[in-house]
């Protein structure tokens, strides 16, 4: 699915009339007659709901009550009311409204599916995806879709951007809407971004908050459920739960259960239990000697995408494998468990809170959960003495960028991930990000998701997980399988974000809400799981399969050509010893800048808008 939203004005038919002349876009116009919605899209994926001369769009995965969205449309006095429709509807999906000669686009609140925007010839227009809005910006001003070259140098980053960076598109000339936002565009071309949402407050005792994420998930996971379902079911909590869900709520469900390498990692074990209690689905095993491994290159030149370098790169060719098999079983719609452990487990940040809200009581707690940790007494005092800002926080971080990376004694109960720039990354690149961070603190002077840090921390993760699936399901688009964590649905994220945060952090119990929140759908036998499955084996496994491949890349790196790599740098560094995972994690984020440059999606590295010289 891909579209764009256009305003109800003069302006919008000369605008979509080059993507009208395909025969295969589809049309949807507001009362007036004006193209309103253009792109491709399945007849599932849209739900249309008029009164009178106003329309709503549902795009994506739902389930909605017509009649009721239906009086809620012709009852609003303004476009405000309608955010209690968009608060009520399960699964992940696009809001469109045209009320009124405005229009109005939105995404969900993870960036799961996201809203990009630009000006096209003095008129703002709207899409699900940056890239040809960049193509349009650009061919008015005489030129080709462009990538700014500071906010590439920003993907080098470990673990990742911090936000709002994250957000911004590697795109020239193209914004993203904000998190809990809704982008208003209009008659005359106009556009004004509006805050709608904001996270709750996390007051509600764990009984009632199990019950809300119970609710949600239900929900969400059914709104999928109405044709075959596929699902990951790796014999973890998270997806083993989805996978249960979906056969409480009548599914035609196919599971899929990738062996681990390690023969330690219990993963497999578990799962083959919770198949035992799903036998009306059909189940699927592969080994992992079988497929393809982590950072493989070859895939890169046919695999690129419109969005941007692929977040989970590392194991592209395997979610492609993965998506073709469960695509010829009749699926269209992946369940993943992504989202679990970012709403379920517990961050460091929680004991940062938990000391504001209960000074006296929770030291028991917090020294229980930095001996778990091994955090050294003097990182955690300072950690939970710190009381700076959030633009002071991402002020400092551009100080650190090459300092040595934290370590496991560190307690790290910052706004966020410590972020750092490779050991290859060049002079030029570490000055282009050090100079977006301070400028975006110091001009911007961003507020948090949150004033608690676990509650910011929290909704920051859902939104990189978002947004790494988003890119996962453009860079995969042509398999036709979509991928889908219903985890990361606005109800779900809401409910888990309303837990109290002590609640969150329970001595003994491994995800105590979410294990609530399926009990009873989920069978107390594999509820009774506590330990985790650990992947480094596939990641030392991928690297050594793959090292050469990987250092021929540095014999022509386009991140070279930009002045962002040195190749000579990155070549040592793969050719270095590596004793623990963690060593491997900065390659990541280079491997996919590089692979989406390689792509038939990106410009050419040497152009004038890339590299500022013309090849």
Same mark, same amino acid.
Not at 170 to 192: H, K, N, T, Y
């Given at each position: ?51 009178? =001369? ?63 925007? =630009?000006? #096209?010839?003095? #008129? ?51 914004? !993203? ?7 208003? /565009? ?30 949600? /998930? ?52 578990? !799962? ?49 494998? /993965? ?27 929680? #004991? ?186 596939? !990641? ?76």
């Amino acid at each position: 699915m891909d579209f764009v939203v256009l305003p109800d004005g003069p302006a919008a038919p000369a605008v979509a009339e080059p993507l009208t002349r395909d025969p295969d876009v589809r049309v949807v116009r507001h009362a007036s007659g004006r193209p309103w919605l253009v792109g491709r899209w399945a007849d599932e994926d849209l739900t249309l709901v008029s009164a009178g =001369a106003r329309r709503l769009a549902v795009l994506g995965r739902s389930a909605l009550d017509r009649h009721r969205v239906e009086r809620a449309l012709a009852g609003a006095r303004t476009s405000d009311q309608l955010d209690d429709v968009a608060r009520s509807l399960p699964g992940c999906f696009h809001l469109v409204a045209s009320f009124d000669g405005w229009t109005r686009a939105q995404g969900s609140l993870s960036t799961a599916r996201q809203i990009f925007f =630009a000006d #096209v010839g003095g #008129v703002t227009v709207a899409a699900d995806g940056p890239h040809r809005l960049a193509r349009w910006a650009d061919t008015g001003r005489g030129g080709d879709a462009s990538v700014d070259r500071d906010l590439l140098a920003l993907r080098l980053l470990t673990p990742v951007p911090p936000w709002p960076l994250s957000l911004r598109p590697v795109w020239s000339g193209v914004s !993203a809407l904000g998190v809990g936002c809704r982008l208003e /565009l209009g008659p005359g071309g106009s556009a004004r971004e509006v805050r709608w949402w904001w996270p709750p407050e996390p007051g509600t005792p764990s009984e009632r908050a199990a019950e809300r994420v119970r609710e949600a /998930l239900f929900a969400c996971v059914g709104a999928r459920a109405r044709a075959t379902l596929s699902a990951d079911l790796s014999g973890g909590l998270d997806s083993t739960s989805l996978c249960f869900l979906a056969d409480a709520a009548g599914a035609d469900l196919v599971t899929h259960h990738w062996t681990p390498a390690d023969r330690a990692n219990d993963d497999t074990a578990w !799962a083959d239990r919770a198949a035992r209690h799903l036998p009306a689905a059909r189940h699927h095993v592969t080994a992992g000697r079988d497929g393809p491994t982590w950072y493989e290159t070859t895939a890169a030149a046919d695999s690129g995408h419109e969005e941007g370098p692929l977040p989970w790169a590392r194991n592209r060719a395997h979610m492609r494998r /993965l998506l073709s098999a469960m695509a010829a079983d009749g699926s269209r719609c992946h369940l993943l468990g992504v989202g679990g452990d970012e709403l379920f487990g517990v961050l460091p940040t929680a #004991v940062w809170s938990l000391i504001r809200s209960h000074p006296f009581g929770s030291l028991p707690r917090i020294h229980r959960f930095r001996a778990l940790n091994r955090w050294s007494l003097a990182s955690t005092v300072r950690g939970l003495a710190d009381s700076a800002s959030f633009a002071a926080w991402l002020r400092s971080t551009a100080d650190r960028l090459t300092a040595p990376a934290p370590g496991p004694g560190d307690a790290l109960l910052g706004w966020g991930w410590e972020p750092r720039l490779p050991p290859w990354a060049t002079a030029d690149a570490v000055d282009a990000v050090r100079r977006l961070l301070r400028d975006t603190a110091e001009r911007a002077r961003p507020q948090p998701h949150h004033p608690d840090r676990a509650q910011h921390q929290t909704l920051d993760i859902v939104v990189q997980s978002g947004n790494a699936l988003r890119h996962l399901n453009a860079a995969l688009s042509d398999v036709g399988v979509t991928c889908e964590a219903p985890f990361l649905d606005d109800r779900v994220v809401e409910a888990a974000l309303s837990v109290r945060i002590g609640d969150r952090l329970v001595s003994g119990d491994f995800k105590p809400v979410l294990r609530r929140a399926v009990g009873g759908i989920v069978p107390e036998e594999i509820l009774a799981r506590r330990s985790k499955g650990e992947f480094s084996a596939e !990641a030392f496994q991928g690297l050594r399969r793959n090292r050469g491949e990987l250092l021929d890349l540095c014999d022509d790196l386009r991140l070279s050509r930009l002045g962002l790599v040195d190749a000579g740098a990155l070549r040592t560094a793969l050719l270095g010893p590596k004793t623990r995972s963690r060593q491997l994690v900065p390659y990541e984020n280079t491997l996919a800048c590089e692979s989406w440059l390689r792509s038939v999606a990106a410009p050419a590295p040497g152009a004038a808008s890339l590299a500022g010289e013309t090849s």
